[in-house]
């Protein structure tokens, strides 16, 4: 299954090196200089954009999931991504020529702000009641986004807003993606802490008896979190549902031991976000659906099976 999976993987993104408004073949690529440019510069950024923001995106939902022990959330349902939206849209505000490293950076801090809020609401909820954290990411999610659309309508922003609101990838260029390698990055360093992060999954209590510094470790996958999703905001925007789905998918599938399945809840994320945007761009070819549209109707069908099928092995 896992070789299946990393043909599919594969194949997947040779056919988004090929899927667009101008239709470009293999054999093209070898006579055509304009067909090679093409690739360099448009297709074969896009396909690495789609690619790292879906695998970053699964693993910061994973994190988030450990650390909220819950697995009903996301960042985008836990007020992280609306957060980065924020950020970015004050560093709009007030430092309008200001670098995209400062703007990512403005988006990183008020993301991190309100992944830590988060987690203060929730670990005041009773324990018995684990799907009032799900609830309250909602509510608490929706609070941040519609103080970003009141903010954008008064500054007349509201554009710029629904980009980041709604991920798509057709502005990706070469020279427009490459911090999305940053949250690449961190999403590969989850894996090294991955054991942590299991043990923080487990409680404080249970953490700091096992001889853990939860308090840093908790810290570091806020961090994470923050960076991979306020990068992924700045760059695309946000994708519901990714860091929802795939994670519980990845764990329905292989079971609970975090470094075993994190590569492939990340190749899980990564296939299908690339999938999606195919999807976007052939429905209503030459034009695009974005891919925060398709994913979040995919997205919905998956965690709609996730709630009603019945585990292997389950009666």
């Not at 690619?51 to 022990?69: F, K």
């Not at 090294?192 to 953490?207: E, K, Y």
Request: charged share 10%.
């Amino acid at each position: 299954m896992k070789i299946a999976a990393v043909a599919a993987l594969l194949a997947l993104a040779v056919a988004s090196l090929f899927v667009g408004v101008i239709d470009v073949g293999p054999a093209a690529l070898l006579r055509d200089p304009e067909a090679a440019r093409l690739m360099a510069i448009s297709r074969l950024p896009r396909t690495l954009a789609v690619l790292l923001t879906g695998a970053s995106m699964a693993v910061a939902g994973v994190i988030m999931q450990m650390l909220a022990r819950n697995r009903f959330i996301e960042p985008t349902t836990a007020g992280t991504g609306q957060s980065a939206a924020l950020g970015i849209l004050l560093a709009t505000l007030f430092m309008p020529s200001a670098p995209l490293a400062l703007k990512m950076l403005a988006a990183s801090l008020t993301a991190l702000a309100g992944s830590v809020l988060f987690l203060a609401i929730v670990r005041r909820l009773p324990v018995t009641q684990p799907l009032l954290v799900p609830l309250v990411g909602l509510v608490y999610g929706s609070v941040i986004g519609a103080g970003v659309t009141f903010v954008a309508y008064q500054a007349d922003l509201l554009q710029y807003v629904g980009v980041w609101m709604n991920g798509e990838f057709s502005g990706v260029l070469l020279g427009r993606y490459e911090l999305l390698w940053v949250s690449g990055i961190a999403a590969l360093a989850a894996w090294f802490v991955a054991d942590r992060f299991s043990i923080v999954g487990l409680g404080r209590d249970v953490s700091v008896s096992l001889g853990l510094n939860y308090a840093r470790t908790v810290a570091a996958g806020l961090l994470m979190v923050s960076v991979i999703t306020a990068l992924t905001v700045v760059t695309v925007g946000m994708i519901p549902f990714v860091g929802l789905v795939v994670p519980n998918i990845a764990s329905r599938l292989l079971g609970d031991n975090l470094r075993a399945s994190l590569p492939w809840t990340a190749a899980g994320g990564a296939g299908l976000v690339l999938l999606c945007d195919i999807i976007g761009r052939v429905i209503r070819h030459p034009y695009e659906i974005p891919v925060g549209t398709v994913f979040g109707v995919v997205g919905a069908v998956l965690f709609l099976w996730l709630l009603y099928a019945r585990k292997p092995g389950h009666a």
